[in-house]
């Protein structure tokens, strides 16, 4: 296993890249959460998700800051934890590339026919998009876990 910072630091990228697809995520389907049940499911399951990975950074950088060691057992479980996750962010970084090529239309001025006009994926999607952020929030969590013992 290389250093603690070593292990660290690759935690806070794959944690980073989390944060940053969280938000992008959040602000896109957040101006159409009012719109439809499921995009305000999945703005919730964002917000959750976005929590977590803030608390997993508070924690990694807590432990670098006092020196206390990420080569214990425990430590490197959450380290492999949250590397695996890195796969499922970028998927989910492919899926915030896509809302942001969506062209939106802006003189659309009626409540009803924005939701028509710009709802941003089918309901398939927007099933996957919550399934991944659930996968990810369990793992996460459960990293959040180990480092706090």
Not at 22 to 32: D, E, S, V
Not at 43 to 59: G, Q, Y
Not at 130 to 148: D, F, K, P, T
Request: aromatic share 6%; glycine share 6%.
């Amino acid at each position: 296993m290389g250093d603690p910072f070593s292990v660290a630091g690759s935690a806070v990228g794959v944690i980073s890249l989390g944060l940053s697809v969280c938000q992008g995520l959040i602000t896109y389907y957040g101006q159409y959460k009012s719109f439809h049940k499921d995009i305000h499911d999945a703005t919730s399951h964002l917000d959750n998700l976005d929590c977590i990975l803030k608390a997993l950074m508070n924690t990694i950088k807590q432990s670098e800051l006092q020196n206390a060691s990420l080569t214990t057992e425990p430590a490197r479980i959450a380290k492999d934890t949250i590397d695996k996750c890195n796969q499922k962010l970028k998927e989910l970084e492919e899926m915030l590339k896509k809302c942001k090529d969506t062209p939106i239309a802006t003189n659309l001025t009626s409540k009803f026919s924005k939701s028509r006009a710009l709802y941003p994926f089918r309901r398939d999607t927007l099933l996957a998009l919550r399934e991944s952020v659930g996968w990810l929030q369990g793992n996460l969590e459960n990293s959040l876990s180990l480092l706090n013992l």
